[in-house]
T-cell receptor, first 114, second 114 residues
Framework: EPEVTQTPSHQVTQMGQEVILRCVPI?????FYWYRQILGQKVEFLVS????????KSEIFDDQFSVERPDGSNFTLKIRSTKLEDSAMYFC????????????FGSGTRLTVV | DQQVKQNSPSLSVQEGRISILNCDYT??????FLWYKKYPAEGPTFLIS?????DKNEDGRFTVFLNKSAKHLSLHIVPSQPGDSAVYFC?????????????FGTGTLLAVQP
């Protein structure tokens, strides 16, 4: 069964530091996403990416966030200057089509900002 | 703005009985609905989906029913097994063309008692 792979599984960082969360989507998928889940809350959409550009972003995805697909296989989320409230589980997802079919999530990166 | 609502935060069911998880939505533009199962510190795992052109989709022990007029969907698990114990999220999407984001409900914690 193809998987979406995320690294690291857990990242602890100091407030104000930059972090990069990495994802390897399923190889034949064309649509890529980042979501996050703050402890005890629901899973929230951050950004979608298609054809090497952002398709949609939420109000959470401000100038501190950026995404990149640097080499055709990896898909990264960068937070430039982390805040305490960025502490959450971050999930990468990919889908083969844009209509939701085959939407598959990775196991997540737990980001803890101290 | 809670576009997708799961009003039951938890549900307890005896092994072998039916589990019924409910989900309501407010946005009439949603045209694709998905159910995910999630364990703590793991990513959501896809269970079953339904397009708005259908009112029922079945996959093994899992059946999803969609009532568009009531903006309501439900997931039936028959028979329930202890391994089904997890948090269940419903999610909805409105395919806008390029990519689509999933809007998640707050989840229902299902406990299947042996």
């Amino acid at each position: 069964e193809p998987e979406v792979t995320q690294t690291p599984s857990h990242q602890v960082t100091q407030m104000g530091q930059e972090v990069i969360l990495r994802c390897v989507p399923i190889s034949n998928h064309l649509y890529f996403y980042w979501y996050r889940q703050i402890l005890g809350q629901k899973v929230e959409f951050l950004v979608s990416f298609y054809n090497n550009e952002i398709s949609e972003k939420s109000e959470i995805f401000d100038d501190q966030f950026s995404v990149e697909r640097p080499d055709g296989s990896n898909f990264t989320l960068k937070i430039r200057s982390t805040k305490l409230e960025d502490s959450a589980m971050y999930f990468c997802a990919s889908s083969v089509r844009g209509d939701g079919y085959g939407y598959t999530f990775g196991s997540g990166t737990r980001l803890t900002v101290v | 703005d809670q576009q997708v609502k799961q009003n039951s935060p938890s549900l307890s069911v005896q092994e072998g009985r039916i589990s019924i998880l409910n989900c309501d939505y407010t946005n009439s533009m949603f045209d694709y609905f998905l159910w995910y199962k999630k364990y703590p510190a793991e990513g959501p795992t896809f269970l079953i989906s339904i397009s708005s052109i259908k009112d029922k989709n079945e996959d093994g022990r899992f059946t999803v029913f969609l009532n568009k007029s009531a903006k309501h969907l439900s997931l039936h698990i028959v028979p329930s097994q202890p391994g089904d114990s997890a948090v269940y999220f419903c999610a909805a999407s409105a395919y806008g063309g390029a990519t689509n984001k999933l809007i998640f409900g707050t989840g229902t914690l299902l406990a299947v008692q042996p």
